[in-house]
């Protein structure tokens, strides 16, 4: 597929001599673009042939408690954890670093407390998820991301990917779809976002009923003809996938979206990674550990609520 090769070309331009992956053509190392870089790559190409330099790469990156940082001036911004852990699924000579990182996620969490009646936002503040950096709320998208990771590592049934499965439901929206962080503030319903509801939807295939989502998945069904930039369009096709919803025009969509790029400059390699993925997303002969086609695990580990 021409498409295909593209991707692979461009991301091929974009791995550096001693490992890893620039954020950017000509740019420079970062954790989250290598790992995405290692996924999409792997499930590009179909063969892990030359992955390893750029998994032990980002093992640098990794700290003793685990947490794999976002850069060393970021110490705080550990969200590529749950990324680092999806890179290194299924590599014998990663498994210490993927090991080490997720008992940090599974023993880390972010600020939650008590919502008291008056408060005003109304999504239950005391379940945990996962944030972006430490000492902050938990937030849809890593949560989606870290549930994810935690899934391929076998660890479904621990109490913190239940209970953040509960806090997803939770933060789901009324009428359909996930807004980055709550559901309504003043009373008002918050408008959803996109990228956080793919992954949602992505993480939560397999573990809960179709009916629990199906207004999120009607909502992104109907956005997703309409999304012209990568990091929505790439993770609405991966959720939309993990439910077998894939669209008949994903590869047109995709098309039209790269080429934004004559326009608006080259995207970042997270970006086109994601792009890459969701491209994939909708077959199933694909490998990626970021795929969950429904159905992937028996309705018996739902979370109760």
């Known amino acids: 597929m021409v498409l295909n090769r593209l991707l692979v070309d461009e991301l091929a331009r974009r791995a550096l001599p001693e490992g890893g992956y620039a954020d950017r053509p000509r740019g420079q190392f970062r954790s989250d673009s290598t790992a995405w870089g290692i996924l999409a790559s792997g499930a590009l190409a179909s063969t892990q042939n030359g992955l390893e330099r750029h998994r032990s790469r980002l093992a640098q990156e990794q700290r003793e408690d685990g947490r794999v940082r976002l850069s060393p001036q970021h110490p705080e911004s550990y969200w590529p954890t749950a990324l680092a852990i999806l890179a290194w699924q299924g590599s014998s000579s990663s498994q210490a670093a993927h090991d080490r990182a997720v008992r940090f996620l599974l023993e880390t969490t972010g600020l939650h407390f008590q919502r008291k009646p008056n408060d005003i936002v109304r999504h239950d503040t005391s379940l945990k998820g996962w944030p972006w950096i430490e000492n902050s709320h938990s937030w849809v998208e890593p949560t989606a991301v870290s549930v994810l990771a935690l899934r391929s590592a076998g660890h479904v049934q621990h109490s913190r990917v239940q209970e953040a ?104 390699t ?16 694909a490998h990626s550990p970021l795929f969950v086609h429904r159905p992937a695990t028996p309705a018996s580990v739902v979370a109760s609520s």
């Open 270 to 285: 997270s970006s086109l990674c994601l792009l890459a993925l969701g491209l994939l997303a909708g077959d199933h002969k």
């Open 165 to 268: 499965i509960r806090m997803m439901l939770d933060r789901q929206l009324p009428h359909g779809g996930w807004n980055v962080a709550s559901t309504i503030v003043f009373g008002k319903e918050l408008t959803p976002a996109p990228e956080g509801s793919g992954a949602a939807l992505a993480s939560l295939a397999g573990l809960v009923e179709e009916p629990e989502v199906g207004r999120s998945l009607d909502y992104l069904q109907g956005e997703v003809e309409r999304l012209k930039t990568p990091i929505s369009l790439g993770w609405s096709l991966i959720g939309l996938a993990a439910w077998g919803r894939w669209p008949r025009t994903g590869a047109g969509l995709l098309e039209r979206c790269l080429a934004n790029q004559s326009r608006y400059g080259d995207y970042e």
